[in-house]
């Protein structure tokens, strides 16, 4: 069902030292001032491209994709689009759909500062989830089908899409997870069909106002 990875293959995510359990390492109690901003979006739609506007902010960038990844190093598979796609299936299966944000609770908790960026959570029971200890503030990024396949095919990463079918496929995927109900319900809508310097604008002005 899975492909095996090669252990000779490292990938660096900086969060192997928290993600011993899959349980938060303690009970959780709410952090009143801390913010998270959440970037939620479908493959492509510009989700890494902002986190990166966060980062020169100062703002530390935690990936729901790098837990995903991490755990499949953990067990040994190769990190593909379809192992990794089955990987985020099996989790949100096992422990629920709220699981990969309580796996990187441990990350945010030891971040030392008051605004924090999430990128990539899939449904609303991640958001309620982090709801329950931090004052989240989602932010949607939106671009069209073609788009989105168009900047896919850009990334050269080994899970990228292969052909439109697989790329629909993927996009099925997480809207089976519940992907389509967090963007409907986004607090913020940023459109991104123009440059990338258009994108980096936007997204500027929405964290800007978070730290203000």
């Known amino acids: ?3 095996r990875y090669n252990p000779g293959v490292s990938i660096g995510f900086g969060i192997r030292k928290h993600m011993r359990s899959h349980r938060p ?13 959440v970037l939620v979006g479908m493959p492509g739609a510009g989700k890494s491209l902002a986190s990166t506007v966060a980062k020169r902010l100062g703002v530390p960038v935690f990936v729901s994709g790098d837990v995903i990844r991490m ?32 796996r990187v609770l441990p990350l945010i908790e030891a971040a030392v500062s008051p605004v924090i960026v999430y990128e990539g959570a899939r449904n609303m029971e991640e958001i309620e989830e982090l709801r329950k200890y ?20 850009r990334r050269k990463r080994r899970d990228q899409p292969k052909s439109w079918k697989q790329f629909l496929e993927r996009d099925e995927r997480e809207l089976k997870v519940g992907l389509g109900r967090v963007i409907a319900l986004a607090d913020r809508m940023i459109e991104n069909e123009n440059t990338k310097d258009q994108l980096r604008r936007q997204t500027g002005r929405v964290l800007k106002k978070v730290l203000e």
């Open 1 to 3: 069902m899975f492909k």
């Open 71 to 102: 755990e499949a190093k953990k067990r040994g598979l190769d990190p593909t689009r379809t192992n990794l796609g089955r990987l985020m299936l099996e989790i949100r299966r096992s422990e629920g759909m709220g699981a990969v944000a309580r």
């Open 25 to 37: 390492l303690r009970r959780w109690t709410k952090r009143r001032g801390k913010t998270l901003v």
């Open 134 to 153: 931090y004052t989240v503030l989602s932010v949607a990024i939106h671009a069209s089908p073609a788009s989105r396949y168009r900047r896919l095919l």
